[in-house]
Structures are given as C-alpha cells and as structure tokens.
C-alpha cells in the first residue's frame, strides 16, 4: 500500500509542476466554457490555417514581420518594478529565439539541424500608443494586489488593479506582474474572436535575464514560450499529459508528455511506442525543459506562425509602431553577413584571440564556432 501510494504521489507532483511551467491550456479551455462564440472560432482555427498554408505555397519567401510590443510592469514591490534594462533583455531574447541568432543554437542535434527555423519574426517595444503619442512601448502600473491569478485575467484590467490593453489587434500585449501559485506565464492563441483578454503574461522572476531568482527558468524563453503560443502554437506533446497528442505540425516528432530539467539526447527513443532514434524533440520552445536546453523551433512551427499573423493578427504586417520600422521588410536578396562574435559565455567581443573558442553569427541565422590556433 506505502508504493502504491509513493506512485500516486509522485503521478501528482508531475500534474502539478506541469501546470506551473505553463497555463495556456487551461486558460484557453476557460476562456471556451465562458464563451461560446471563443470556442466556435477556435474549432475552426487548425482547419483554417490548413487551408492558408495550402493556398500560400509561397509563404516562406524571404520576409521579416516586426510585431510592435507595450510591456505593461504591474507591481506591488520594488522587485516587481523591473527595471527597463529586463525589459530590453527580453526583447533581445525573444528577437534571437525567432530569428535563430541565439547563442545556443549550436546546440540542437544535428538530426534537427536542417529544420530549425528562423522564423522571420521580429519583435519591438512600440514608439507610439494608441492615440500616436510618443512611447517607451513600457507602461507602469502600481497596484496594491500582491499577486495575480488566472482566473478572469485580473492583472488586464485597471478596475482590479491591473493594466488595461492597448489595441490589441496592433499590440502584443505582455503584463509582467507577481503570478500566484509558482505559474510562470500563459497566453491566449488566436482566433477570428474578438478576444478583450488578449495577450501574455509573464511572472515577473521569469521576464528577462532574472539571476538566481528565476532559477531553471531564468533566460527569458518563458516569454518565447508562451509568445510561441499567442501566435497558435501547441505543446509539442499535443493534448494531455500521456496522450501522445498532436500539435499539428509535422516536422516534430511524435511525443508523449512534456519533459522538464535538461534530458540528454536521445530522449524517449520509444515515445509513444514509435520506434525513433532520435526520441524527443525536448529542446523546443514549445517543451517545458529549463531555459538554458531550448533553442529551436522548426520549419513547420514557422509556417503555422506565419499562418496567425496572416489570418488573425494581419495589423501586424504593416504598421508605422516602431521608429524606423515597418511590419513587413522587402524581400532580402543580400549577401551572407557577420553579426557579432560572442565567446562561450555569450558575451560579445571584438577581440579574435588565438586558441579560444568563439561563435560567429551570421545574418541568415547561421552560427560558426571558429577556434584561431596559434
């Protein structure tokens, strides 16, 4: 009877951590049983962006979407008040996840080397507010409530001590407040629904580089994360917990539940009793592994991507938001470009000394390590 109830035990503690890395599951099966016009329109999203991918063969021309973005700092506590530094540290985050010029993308399995994607997403903290004032893209708001749960998306509003949107058909929306009980972040996928809770929110230990407070969570990829969701992304698993479920996308493989630390490559060789050598994706954003073993999203993720913004979030493929930017670039016919050289640490450096490894990152997305021998 003691092992029987050390399993139930343990089975509960999985249920538990998975809903504190992530609730955007939960919070879009709220939003359904509250609306059913919500839940009509998302029934037909994964149809829809079917048919949009099929009518648009030629969706992965050499394009960049800038999305304007107005972070809203809902605190209560000095710590809560991040300062506008985390701020612009996550921008960066969120830039380099989706346009493959993060650091670590050296790391993904060479099996998945030729499918990771840039998407072509950028992102920028808005110049301009609703009603064409000049901006920092950053609004502060003090509140006197100590944390904030899901449960009618409180810290959106001002009436209960939040920060009310901006448009959110020309905004991504990102509240940065104290998250009660351990939740990291959640989001709202899109629809044809005009959605008034629209948006992400983070918790504040998990927005930018956060040090020590953040933990395993401390890189900014929560926002990539649930951003990945705003913009109709699932859970690579799918559905439930041990549902082998699909996340409509075809280049990831076939997985059965989430996965969580930092597993070692191949994972879950047999997942869902397919025989696959190369086991799970778990270093997608789209997992629930620590920050720091992230670092891809794939060609398929990039499509269904592109897909949202086109049909539900177009005011995103051109706007004058952010200073010297628009949404869509002209297509770029350029030569392969250096970025930056960072070293191990990710630090950039102008220096090229001789026998130390450094990373040469390009403008197509590509990542060079080069070690100059002596």
Known sequence: ??????????????????????????????????????????????????QWIKDHPNHNEKTIITIPVVV?????????????????????????????????????PNVWQGIAADCEIEFCLATADPNGNPTTGIDRVQTTETSFGMSGDP?????????N?????????????????????????????????????IGYKYFGL???????????RTATHEVGHWLNLDHVWGGGWGSCGDDNVSDTPTQEQENYSCPGYPHNPNSCSTTNPDG??????????ND????????????????????????????????????????LNQKRELIKIVDVLGRTTTNQ????????????????????VE
Not at 93 to 103: Q, W
Request: aromatic share 10%.
């Open 280 to 289: 799970d994706m778990f270093m997608n954003y789209m997992d629930y592994t």
């Open 1 to 50: 009877m003691k092992r029987i109830f050390t399993l139930l035990f343990l089975a509960a503690t999985i249920i538990i951590n998975a809903q504190e890395r992530c609730s955007t599951t939960a919070h879009t099966q709220k939003l359904m049983d509250i609306n059913p016009e919500y839940a009509k329109a998302r029934a037909k999203v994964n149809s829809q962006t079917e």
């Open 155 to 163: 810290v959106m509003s001002a009436a209960s001590g939040g920060a």
């Open 165 to 201: 949107p901006w448009d959110q058909d020309n905004y991504l929306n990102i509240w940065v407040c104290d998250l009660g009980s351990g939740l990291l972040g959640y989001a709202s996928p899109p629809s044809g629904w005009p959605n008034p809770n629209d948006g992400v929110v």
């Open 72 to 108: 809203h700092v809902v605190w209560n506590t000095t710590a809560e008040n991040i300062p506008d530094s985390r701020v612009l540290e996550q921008i960066e985050i969120l830039n380099n996840d989706y346009r493959r010029t993060n650091i670590d993308a050296i790391n993904t």
């Open 353 to 372: 000394p001789t026998n130390t490894p450094l990373f040469y990152i390009y403008n197509d997305g590509s990542v060079e390590k080069k070690i100059i």
């Open 292 to 331: 720091a073993c992230m670092n891809l999203f794939t060609n398929g993720q990039k499509t269904r991507m592109l897909a949202a913004i086109n049909q539900y979030r177009p005011n995103m493929l051109n706007h004058d938001l952010c200073a010297g930017t628009v949404g869509v670039s002209e297509t």
């Open 210 to 220: 956060s040090g020590s407070n953040g933990g395993a969570y401390r890189y900014g």
